[in-house]
């Protein structure tokens, strides 16, 4: 009895135990955001800021000098008070629509948006409706094959007469006259 009682205060200090430092992983993993909300803003503006120097990277990638100036504008306009959006605006006037990574969804641009998304639509209908012809096709050719293929009730019976002749003979089954009836079917 004693035993069974320490048993389960063992368990029992055990679990609590593991979850104790399961707790403490996952605090010590968890990431707080010590960056300020200004600092963060600035950095989500960056990733979508394309730098006019260098194709295809965001300023908060590159490491051009006209890129960190860019930058110091965004903290700037962050701690005027700027919106994310005015802090857009900001830079496609004077550097255009390219300037930002992902295209904006309106007007025309939104032809870019839907373009992907209608051609992988069309292209899975047009995929859908030739496999679907080529299955039809093959069964209606399979179907045809087999009917051809099919031998008559009498062909059928001539067969079989001269298999059981074959088997019921010890030599050959077929005769020269065989041979030249067969060869009149044909």
Request: aromatic share 6%; proline share 5%; with cysteine.
């Amino acid at each position: 009895m004693e035993k069974s009682g320490r048993r389960r205060e063992l368990i029992a200090r055990a679990a609590t135990a593991s979850l104790v430092a399961a707790l403490v992983v996952l605090a010590a993993c968890s990431r707080s955001s010590e960056l300020p909300e200004l600092e963060e803003r600035a950095q989500n503006i960056n990733r979508v800021v394309m730098c006019p120097v260098c194709p295809g990277e965001s300023i908060d990638q590159s490491q051009n000098p006209l890129a960190l100036q860019m930058r110091a504008i965004v903290v700037e306009k962050l701690a005027e008070g700027w919106s994310n959006g005015d802090i857009y605006d900001f830079f496609v006037e004077r550097y255009g629509p390219r300037v930002l990574l992902e295209p904006p969804t309106k007007g025309v641009n939104v032809v870019v948006w839907l373009v992907p998304l209608f051609s992988v639509l069309v292209g899975g209908a047009v995929l859908f409706f030739v496999i679907r012809a080529m299955v039809r096709s093959s069964r209606r050719r399979l179907g045809e094959t087999d009917s051809e293929a099919g031998l008559t009730d009498e062909e059928r019976e001539r067969y079989f007469s001269r298999i059981e002749a074959a088997l019921s003979a010890d030599g050959p089954a077929a005769s020269s006259g065989d041979r030249d009836d067969e060869e009149g079917a044909v």
